[in-house]
């Protein structure tokens, strides 16, 4: 059985940082983009931030740009999301994604209908 496991949310002050992690177990995607997305109350699931699977392409959403990174060690099936500099509006549950359709692509989506496989979620609460 494929899963995704994320990690390292909780509830942190405007201004703090947090580092969140996804494990992949079932099956390594190792050749495979991953991305990270979030789903705050009563809104959609929007893209965060993704990486191309060696690591060397990243994209984020405009409102991450600058305070987030992701990366990813494929020797332990790893991906982080480091958050710094959070506001009140990054506030949501937080997703890890796994496009299995792609291997060895630095193509990376903002789209949901790209990946294939997604975690349970973390929440993440950025209080003023």
């Known amino acids: 059985q494929v899963r995704l496991v994320e990690s390292g949310g909780g509830l942190v002050q405007s201004g703090g940082s947090l580092t969140l992690a996804c494990v992949a177990s079932?099956?390594?995607?190792?050749?495979?983009?991953m991305g990270w997305f979030r789903q705050a109350p009563g809104k959609e699931r929007d893209f965060v931030a993704a990486i191309s699977w060696n690591g060397a392409k990243v994209y984020y959403a405009d409102s991450v740009k600058g305070r987030f990174a992701i990366s990813r060690d494929n020797a332990n099936n790893m991906v982080y999301l480091q958050m710094n500099g959070l506001k009140p509006e990054d506030t949501a549950v937080y997703y890890c994604a796994a496009d299995a359709d792609h291997f060895y692509s630095s193509t990376l989506s903002s789209l949901r209908g790209q990946y294939d496989y997604w975690g349970q979620g973390t929440q993440v609460t950025v209080s003023s």
């Open positions: 079932g099956r390594a995607f190792r050749t495979n983009p």
